[in-house]
């Protein structure tokens, strides 16, 4: 199995079942033209955070790391009218763009991006009378653990938290590792895994993204 192979596989299943339209293509496009990583979720990965949206029947959505919105646009879809997404992101640059890309699909209206350091953000976000049914964690990988934590304090039980890029290229095993977003990643599934409120997995992912993986966790009553 071959990177090659990865692609044609993701690129059949993202035409079959989570084909492009003008406001995601255009998402991508202005994001490439606006100098943004190449990062994003994958379009059938995109469609299984939608998916799951849908699914727990979400109305408040959490965001941390937005760059150009293209996530954002694939969650805040699942949203009902009344719904609200906030999505949290560090850098103006990428908020603008967000910002663009998210009026062109018609999103503008549900979704709130908050520009500064996540933690920031997060602290100021009171826990609210609407707790947040489900969080993407998709940021700075050193501070996943402390994302958490504030996923717990914003979300209500019966929450989904999702974490994104746990694997690591593999390097997510190394006890011994000094990489600092190997040891954020680390210490959130031991958070995770240890927390009496959370009960969560973690699966491993090929495609586009080469091989990665994410972690899904529920919180507890
Ligand atoms: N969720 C996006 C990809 C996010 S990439 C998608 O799938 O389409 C990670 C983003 O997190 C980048 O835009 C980066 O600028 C932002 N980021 C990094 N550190 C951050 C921090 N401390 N606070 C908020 N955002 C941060
Ligand atoms: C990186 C970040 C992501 O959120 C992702 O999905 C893939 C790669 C990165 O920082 O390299
Ligand atoms: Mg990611």
Do not use: C
Not at 23 to 44: C, E, F, H, K, Y
Not at 103 to 108: F, T
């Amino acid at each position: 199995m071959n990177q090659q192979q990865w692609d044609s596989v993701d690129d059949y299943f993202t035409g079959l079942l989570a084909p492009a339209d003008e406001a995601l293509t255009a998402a991508l496009r202005d994001s490439d033209a606006a100098g943004l990583p190449r990062i994003n979720v994958a379009p059938n990965q995109g469609k299984l955070l939608h998916l799951l949206a849908q699914v727990h029947g979400a109305r408040r959505i959490l965001e941390i790391g937005t760059l150009g919105g293209y996530s954002t646009i694939w969650l805040a879809r699942a949203l009902p009218a009344d719904g609200r997404l906030v999505t949290l992101e560090h850098r103006p640059e990428h908020a603008t763009v967000a910002r663009g890309n998210l009026a062109r699909a018609g999103l503008d209206k549900l979704v709130e991006v908050r520009v500064g350091p996540a933690l920031d953000s997060l602290a100021a976000l009171a826990a609210r009378p609407e707790p947040f049914d489900l969080v993407f964690i998709d940021a700075d990988k050193v501070n996943n653990a402390r994302y958490v934590e504030h996923s717990l304090r914003l979300t209500r039980p019966g929450s989904l938290i999702i974490l994104d890029n746990v694997v690591r290229g593999g390097a997510v095993t190394d006890s011994s590792s000094t990489d600092p977003n190997v040891l954020g990643t680390r210490e959130a599934l031991r958070l995770i895994a240890e927390h009496p409120k959370l009960s969560g997995t973690a699966v491993q992912t090929v495609g586009v993204k080469g091989y990665d993986g994410f972690a899904l966790a529920r919180v507890l009553a």
